[in-house]
């Protein structure tokens, strides 16, 4: 990457950035706990339907959601190269399901952007930024948004 | 660091609980017939701690009630009182009330003075104290600051005093010793306010190892002070009793302090030293200034006296050793004499072995902490619990590919994995037992429900508890409580007979109610039997008929009745009494005690009396669990849930409605649930015939028919939350992690039945059978 | 003036109570449970002043006293006796068993420091 000269630069943010539903996201590194390779996920009775199901994480029950489903994206075949990245958000672990991940990179906060109002589609709410890296957009998805409502109940 | 106050009240409230619990182990054995003086002291001191403490914290109502106790105590203590049973039992309903308000005290909430004052009034009666409004008023409460700072202003402490010794000093002259400042001492010292103190110390002052020195320094903290000291007596150094004080003084207090302030200095030597107080205008400044000396009496820091076998002091000033024994003299002790001087290390006199207890036992370890108990947060516990459940589980994990590998069971590997198998068993244990404690605190308040529900009825009873040292896991604990109380009060009620039924049939009048614990195979079992005239079958029966619960041709064995009495609802009672039958009933009691993954049996002897068992998991960490399939997941049903499991056959399976099932089991109907289908994995299946449901007792009583795909295993899972990852999911207790790493989900058989749809067919026009 | 303190009371929360009030008035405070417990500690520390409570298991405070000035080299150390009653009769049985003073429960910090200075300074 030839941006990314700049690490460690106190005014850049550093994103994982990853393939999901054939689209270019982002979250930030320091939410990020480890990435791990798919595994057959324990189905939860009347869960939405982004909720793969929970897996064992050493020992801890872990969430995982199926990351392209809650965007509403294209949903590809689960397949063997799936990845999980385990992500901190607060109190709350969760797996996020995506296709690949793509690279570490490192954005001056002010190559960051708001996500534009036009956008109607639904993934345009799991955006908290947009940047662009060689050409390409970089979406930076909104944990919080992405979370499953806590405590819900679906009878 | 939090208040050091709070965490001291606290931690109060817990020595309460500690020394209630004494109090009733006191009261058990004075019951027993236990006159020893140190029972009776335990007791005592039980009642007198919780009122020290309380009157600490500034808790009247407490202060009050465990005084008033405490002076009957004291009686007792003291054999002005003897006390029989009955004065025994009205202490039991003391220790009680004195529970109810440490425990009001502790939550901010209060006792009505409608139930402590007739328990006082009772006691005062009997024991024939009357209340002493002297003494009460005598103890009151001076709350402990809670700004502790504010007292003592910061780091010193002490007032900020100059030392007597840096004063400026007068000659040997005849005029009073000015401790004021320069300036000050110009002016005529009587025309300010004070008083003059004549001070002589008689020689039990010294031994009572009280020191003039220092109420002469508490008294300079009031005010301007001047010290003339009188020497006049002091004999000749070769015939000065070193344990009489041959000194007295006149000391000048210029204080705008009232004389009680000024006599609170001297309140420990009232009574062993002459002590004339006057107000300043009034008196002279020495009694008679012509024949006493005057000194620079106040010396350094050493005692002015210490009347030490050793050497003769206080020394007289060797420059005027001379003068004859009415002349003025400087008397002061040698200032430089050495502390260490006067406390040699003696030879061990005779009065160093008068008894036993005066030579200390030497100990190892640290002496100024209490020998204590370490306190820890009860989350780092849960933490280790967590750790361990992973420890289990991990290890159960790798027994699983032990065998599949094909390993023999002779190997090195195998055998190593048992012994690491035994080790994680131990140390699952002992962090369980982390997290228990003695089930006594819990025994203890059954004592106190006999007490109440035996006297609300008019029954003599008589509780007994075995293995109150049975430990067990603090939340279960806390948890048994109602159940528990439920079942006492239960036994008293329903399960003893009157006096007068009792005498009739040659039983002794007093009732007896029996509650024990203990460890039994990996379980707590905890029993409550009475030895009353036991369960009427027949009217049992009867009852469940007329009600409606069972088919009234239904074959019964005696346990199948027994068990009736767990359906909401039902009471044998002919009229609902005081004590039980208020919509509690032991419907109620089965689902607490099943919510903690136990167990409850009842055996029943007619004539002889009522037992009901109780088995509870160790620790609410693991549980008993039921590993069945369906729909190609796995999951864990709570065993103690289970009442039986059914092999559905075409004559059981009757069709209810469009979309429902039910099964037959001996005369009665159970509804038939799609385990699969209620959780949402599939649609309701064609047909169950062929299939395997389990049988659900429910915690309402009502039972339910749950059609699995297999039974895979039996076994103990370590129960890991969903609510702290995800939330909380229908029909879902928590999940566990299998052998094979994977997770599966713990059924909670009560919220899934509760919230079923009971759709056992699929959506289909039929036509319906009724069974 | 830092003065090192023996406490001794088989109350938890009195002890707690009172290492709070001599820490904070700058003194150094040394507890032990009762008499027993006290004399062990007295083995090992030289305390300007003893405080103690009355009614206690094992030792009471009489018992812990009457020993304390058995002992040649512990008794002249000031001795309070902790009581709930201001009754003169307890004083005199605490003075007659040697106490030095006393002090009334519940105390007030600034008084116990008192106290402390009228025996100890």
Redo the contacts between chains.
Sequence with gaps: MTDNDKLTSSSSIELLSFRVGGQDYSVDIMSVREIRGSAKATSLPHAPFFVKGVINLRGTVLPIIDLSARLGLQTGEDSERNVIIVVDLGERTVGLMVDAVSDILAIPSEEMQPPPDLAADDARTFVSALTIVDGRMIRILDLEAVMPPQGEEVA | MSD??A??RA??FI?CEELLESLQDGLQLMDDGDTDPETI??V??AV??I???A??FGLDDLVHFAHRFETAMDEVRAGRFQPDGEAIRLFFTCADVLGDLVRAARDDDAVSSEVTDPVLEKLEKLVGVEEESE?EL??T?????LD??L??GG????PNLPDLSDLPMAGADESPLDLSSSEEATEPLVASKGFTVFFKPEPALY?????P???F??LR?LGDLAVTCHAASLPLLDSIDPDIGHLSWTLTVHTEESEQTVRE?F??VD??CQLDITPLAAAPVAPSPASVAVVPALPP?PPLV?P?PVAARPAPDPASTATPNDAPVTAAPKPEAPQEE??P??V??S??T?SE??T????TGT?????ATVRVDLERIDRLVNLVGELVINQAMLSQSVTEAGLPPNSPVSTGLEEFLQLTRDIQESVMMIRAQPIKSLFQRMGRIVRESSASVGKEVRLHTDGENTEVDKTVIERLADPLTHMIRNAVDHGLESPEKRLAVDKSREGHVTLTAQHRSGRIVIEVSDDGAGINRERVKAKAIEKGLIPAEAQLSDGDIDNLLFLPGFSTAQEISNLSGRGVGMDVVKSSIQALGGRIAITSQEGKGTTFSISLPLTLAVLDGMVVRVADETLVVPLNAILETLTLTDDDVKALGPETHVVQIRGGFVPLLDLGAELGYRPPQESYVGGIALLIGQEDGNRAALAVDAIEDQRQVVIKGLEGSYGRVPGIAAATILGDGQIALILDPTDLVSQASGRTRPRKPQHALVG | ??LEVLAVD????????LN??LS????TA????D???G???????EPDVIITDI???R?DGF?FI??VR????WS????LVLT????DELKAKA?AA?????IV???????L???L?????
């Design positions: 050091p106050m965490e001291i931690s109060f020595e002291n335990i005592f001191r007198h701690s009122k020290g403490g009157g600490a003494e005598d103890f409460p001076a709350t402990l600051s502790l700072s007292d003592f780091d010193a402490g002490l031994i009572s190892g009280n020191e020195l220092y109420l320094r508490a903290d200095v309140e420990f009574g062993l820091l210490q030490e006067a406390s290390a003696p061990k006199s009065a160093t008068t207890g005066t200390p036992t030497k100990t002496p100024t902490q209490p020998r | 003036m830092s088989d109350s938890r929360t009195m002890r707690d109570m709070l009030a904070s008035a700058g003194f040394h507890l032990a449970e008499g027993i417990h004399l062990e500690v007295l083995e090992d520390i009614n206690m298991p030792m018992g009457d020993a058995s002992e040649d080299k002249r150390i000031p001795i709930t009653e201001s009754a003075r040697g106490a030095t003073g006393w429960k519940p105390f007030d910090p600034a008084k420091v008192k106290a200075q009228m025996v100890a300074g």
